[in-house]
């Protein structure tokens, strides 16, 4: 913890000028909006991570909001491709996928048979530096308006700043009239798009001027707490874990794109996007005048913690108690910064997380691993022995199956039969719940399932595969490997915490009806008072109001 802290110190004392560490707050608000909303979305953070460690929460992070603030318990995702960059944007859009169009984190042209990735846009490029033009990114691909986009129509005094290791976490938050900051690996700086900006502000130069991410050379990630404090997580070194399953882990001693990977997957991957954080409210000074601002704070280390040891790990247990003090020393900062009574907080996540099949099935469930490859072979060979020899499939996108439509060219087949003899062949296949068809899909005759409703809410009709296939329950639709993942429409990976935090304009409580996470934009515009995005397909959350405001 001492290592911990003083690396954040040291970040703090070289990165933010002495204005930001006044000890007095900003007068309070008068009017009835607050000057600044943050929102926190913690990257593959399920629901029950945020709960099951209460216990060892320090008392002004995680529960600042659980005993001061609303807890809504029963918060979910509606669509079943619970992926990164589909849930920022629905965070942000109050929309579904069918609705926003971002249906997955890439996707396959279903004519061109083109990977395609959410936020790509090869017109755009970094501000700082000119690589590939596979990397240049924009809300090109974006359907519909986004809060940010709502709230500088209203007021174009409004500043709408977000920043994330991951572009797909911070272009939909920023949307088209935001501003959208990138931390590169390769460079170890933080960056934006020329969508947004063509030379980055001077407060930002001159963070990177620091060479933040080498603060952090050489640091050690140790156990928070003693060994007795993980006893109801799994031990470190499991079979199934990815690279370095195991603390104390130490960071590489020479800075670099390698280390600078590295450190994203360690709590001073969240140090460092916090210290950005906090320059950012004070060189746009956030929060500091008449016209609402909002600042978006991605933090995408736990993601990459869980993905390689599962949510049930020491590891990702000493991650969340490490980020829940980080939250912790950050809003004691904007309660001095911008004022505790002058701002609303929110903390959520993009998706939750599959347990590790080995570790399900060690509690005697049915679980396993089934291989995309291994699926589309079987549906390939089904098809070749129901119809001729060919290329039946073209490949997977999202989760979804695309027919190669050369190959069904010129043959008397209706396309239709031939998704529902590829569904045949899915469900006789292992770790496979459910398949639908683009006409099951997209006929309304055809009755909802729980499932399917999911499904359709992920599809759009053009940009959608052929054939939407869904794992059983605690199996994973991935390649042989370690680690584990998330996209599936079973509530492990569709239960995110949703929790509010301001005092002027929340009561607190806790509230265990089930909502939907497409409500949050249009409660963040109530609150801030403009008009919900125009594709918002959300309501306002039953949060109650002091003095009915």
Known sequence: ??????????????????????????????????????????????????????????PDGFERFFTRGAWLTDAHYGYATAETAPG??????GANPRRHGIIANEWMDV??????????????????????????????????????????????RSKVISVSDKDRSAIPAAGKAGAAYIFHEETG???????????????????????????????????????????RSLPDERPWYGEG??????????????????????????????????????????GRDGSPDLLVVALSSHDYVNHAYGAESRISQDHVLYLDRALQDFLNDLDVAVGRDNYVAVITSDHGFTPAPEHSQS???????????????????????????????????????????????????????????????????????DAFTRAEIEDPKVPGTPLLDAVRKSWHPDRSGDIYVVPKPYWLVTGPGKGTTHGSPHPYDTNVP???????????????????????????????????PSGSEGKPLPLETPGGR
């Open 498 to 532: 949703l929790l509010w935090y301001g005092p002027s304009w929340i009561v607190p409580g806790r509230i265990d009806r089930p909502v939907d996470m497409t409500d949050v934009a249009p409660t963040l515009a109530r609150i801030l008072g403009v008009p919900a």
């Open 88 to 93: 920022h944007t629905t965070i942000f859009t």
């Open 189 to 231: 700086e933080f960056d934006s798009t020329t969508a947004y900006m063509t030379a980055l502000p001077k407060w930002v130069a001159d963070f990177n001027a620091t060479q933040p991410a080498r603060k952090y050379v050489g640091a050690e990630w140790k156990p928070l707490l003693p060994d007795a404090a993980y006893s």
């Open 245 to 286: 399953g195991k603390l104390p882990r130490k960071l590489p001693a020479q800075g670099g794109a390698r280390f600078n990977h590295q450190m994203m997957a360690t709590p001073f991957g969240d140090d460092l996007t916090l210290a950005f954080a906090r320059a950012a409210i004070e060189g746009e000074q956030l």
């Open 363 to 433: 509690l005697g469930r049915d679980a396993g691993r089934a291989e995309p490859a291994k699926l589309q072979e079987a549906v390939n060979a089904a098809l070749v022995k129901k119809y001729r020899r060919g290329r039946w499939v073209q490949g997977w996108s999202g989760d979804m199956i695309v027919l190669n439509r050369n190959t069904m060219q010129g043959r008397d087949t209706p396309i239709a039969e031939v998704m529902k003899e590829a569904k045949t062949a899915l469900l006789a296949q292992p770790g496979v719940a």
């Open 1 to 58: 913890m001492l290592r911990l802290t003083r690396f954040a110190i040291a970040a703090l004392a070289a990165l933010l000028p002495a204005a930001c560490a006044t000890t007095q707050s900003p007068a309070p608000v008068t009017g009835s909006r607050p000057r600044l909303a943050v929102v926190f979305v913690v990257d593959g953070l399920p629901q029950r991570q945020a709960v099951d460690y209460r216990d060892q929460f320090a």
């Open 111 to 156: 004519k061109t048979h083109v990977k395609l990735y959410s936020f790509g846009d090869p017109s755009q490029f970094p501000v700082r530096h000119r690589p590939l033009p596979t990397e240049g990114t924009s809300t090109k691909n974006l359907l519909v308006e986004t809060l940010a986009d709502v709230m500088r129509k209203a007021d174009p």
